[in-house]
Every structure is written in C-alpha cells, then in structure tokens.
C-alpha cells in the first residue's frame, strides 16, 4: 500500500464548476499538508499548505485536512480553463525532511 | 532574476554514459533536493542536502550521485548504473516552517 493514495482522475469539469480533489494516507505522523499544481512539462508550484486538521481559504482554492480520516481535500470554486493541469498533494511528518507525494490528479476545465 | 534554474531542458543520453544535471538557486535557503517523476507516479526523492558539504540518500538513491560544495548549487549525476534513467528531474529548495518546497522547471532526460 503506498503511503499517500491519490485517484489520478482524469476528471473533466466544465467551466465555472467546483473541482474537489483528496488523498488518503497511512502514516498518523503527517502533520503538513501541501497542494501543488503542475502544468505540462513544466515544475510543480506550490499552491496551498495547511497545518493539522481545519480548512484554510485563499481566493478560489479552500484546502481541508481531516486527520482523524486520514483524508485531505483541495476544492476550487469557480473553476477556469487555466486550472487545467495535474494537482499533486504532498504531507511530511513532524521531524521529516522529504515529503511524500501523491500520485497526482489530472484535472481539464472545459471551456 | 531570483529563483531556481535547472539546465539543460532536455538531455539525451546514450547507454553506458553518466549526466550531470545542473540546480542553481539564489534564494539563499539551505535545503535542496532531488526528484524524479515519471508518468503516472508521484515524485519520488533521490538525494537531499540540508546543508553545504552534507547530503543523504532518499529512496532511490541507486544510480546516482550528488555533491553540495557550494549552497547554490546542487548538481545530480546520473550514472550508467541506473538501468532505467529515462524521466523528468527536478530540482527543489525547502524553507519555511512547513519545510515549503519550491521546484525548478524540470530536466527531460532521454536515454537513446
């Protein structure tokens, strides 16, 4: 099993809708929890980090993180064709240097 | 113009030849680490360095080769002992509380 599950999609949203993104993982450590972007051939751009359980908003992106599911989120409001691209969530633990990734999520709004 | 450069873009190798792939950053932070990403698979660690003359194995350390003699630069070396090189690089710098890490544009390396 690996440590962060992510379903790979790829899911398709016409534009203007709410994307909604998760991964589960094993490890009870994890405490910080990112979202990255990633367009085509180009590096990953950190989007959102959060700390433990809560939600936390900026502009469009709301990330959430239940730890006692073992379970994060990243939705987006308002959806545009320029949110088209590869999410990936990403969680350390509290004395990790590495983080671990998951998978990714493809992610295409239509126009 | 600050940031984290990697070079080249592309990079062909052929069978039985060691690469090295450059990571420059002038962001002044002193963590660098890196990666490789293939398709349909999350990024997986190579080799990281928290410090200048310091630097550990991640998960897939074999075939690989590093060295940190400057804080700004964090060159990887892929040797012909990595039987299946062919993949995206790339190169990132961790700060922050969060150890927040922030990633160069990515090598495309090819083996012919």
């Known amino acids: 099993q690996k440590e962060v599950e992510q379903d790979p999609g790829p899911l398709s949203v016409p534009e203007g809708a709410i994307v909604s993104l998760n991964c589960t993982y094993s490890n009870s450590a994890f405490q910080y929890f990112m979202w990255y972007r990633q367009y085509s051939r180009k590096g990953p751009e950190l989007l959102m980090y959060t700390y433990s359980s809560g939600n936390k908003e900026d502009g469009r992106f709301t990330a959430q993180v239940d730890k006692s599911s073992k379970y994060i989120s990243l939705f987006i409001r308002d959806s545009q064709p320029s949110d088209s691209a590869t999410y990936l969530c990403?969680?350390?633990?509290?004395?990790?240097?590495?983080?671990?990734f998951g998978a990714g999520t493809t992610v295409t709004v239509r126009a | 113009d600050g940031g984290i450069t990697q070079s080249p873009k592309y990079l062909f190798r052929k069978e039985g030849q060691n690469v090295t792939l450059s990571c420059e950053q002038n962001?002044?932070?002193?963590?660098m680490y890196w990666y490789r990403q293939d398709p349909g698979q999350g990024l997986r660690l190579i080799y990281y360095?928290?410090?200048?003359?310091?630097?550990q194995k991640g998960d897939i350390a074999e075939g690989y080769s590093v060295s940190r003699e400057k804080k700004e630069s964090f060159p990887l070396t892929v040797t012909s002992a990595q039987k299946n090189p062919t993949a995206f690089y790339l190169c990132?710098?961790?700060?922050?509380?969060?150890?927040?890490?922030?990633f160069g544009p990515g090598t495309r390396l090819t083996v012919l």
């Open positions: 990132a710098v961790g700060t922050g509380a969060y150890n927040e890490q922030f």
């Open positions: 360095s928290q410090i200048v003359n310091d630097f």
């Open positions: 990403a969680m350390r633990g509290p004395n990790d240097y590495k983080l671990s």
């Open positions: 962001l002044n932070h002193d963590a």
